[in-house]
Nanobody, 123 residues
């Protein structure tokens, strides 16, 4: 499956952005989808994951209450709605796919990755 993330940009602290990740090449509903992010000088970290049908969702503590992951299997797209953004949310955001339904938070469990989209939150 090929993944293409979009929707990043520059936003002030407290603002919102919605990231999208469009998938192609295989049946989208076969994959659990996740968002990771990587800030400059830091390791890639898990943000959120959603199961194949959307019933399973799990968030990193840093995302709980502010970010919402969702998917539209008819549109082959997964979304990350980010509200109340903070400067520490500044990072390149990546979408990733796995055939497992176990809600993995480790990047090593994801075989498919899109190119990232940069989110910059100014203070």
């Amino acid at each position: 499956v090929q993944l293409q993330a979009s929707g990043g940009g520059l936003v002030q602290a407290g603002g919102s952005l919605r990231l999208s990740c469009a998938a192609s090449g295989h049946t989208f509903s076969m994959y659990s989808m996740a968002w990771f992010r990587q800030a400059p000088g830091k390791e890639r970290e898990f943000v959120a994951v959603i199961g194949r049908s959307g019933g399973m969702r799990y968030y990193a503590d840093s995302a709980k209450g502010r970010f919402t992951i969702s998917r539209d299997n008819a549109a082959n797209t997964v979304y990350l709605q980010m509200n109340s953004l903070k400067p520490e949310d500044t990072a390149v955001y990546y979408c990733a796919a796995t055939t497992s339904e176990l809600g993995y938070t480790s990047a090593t469990r994801y075989a498919y990755w899109g190119l990232g989209t940069l989110v910059t939150v100014s203070s």
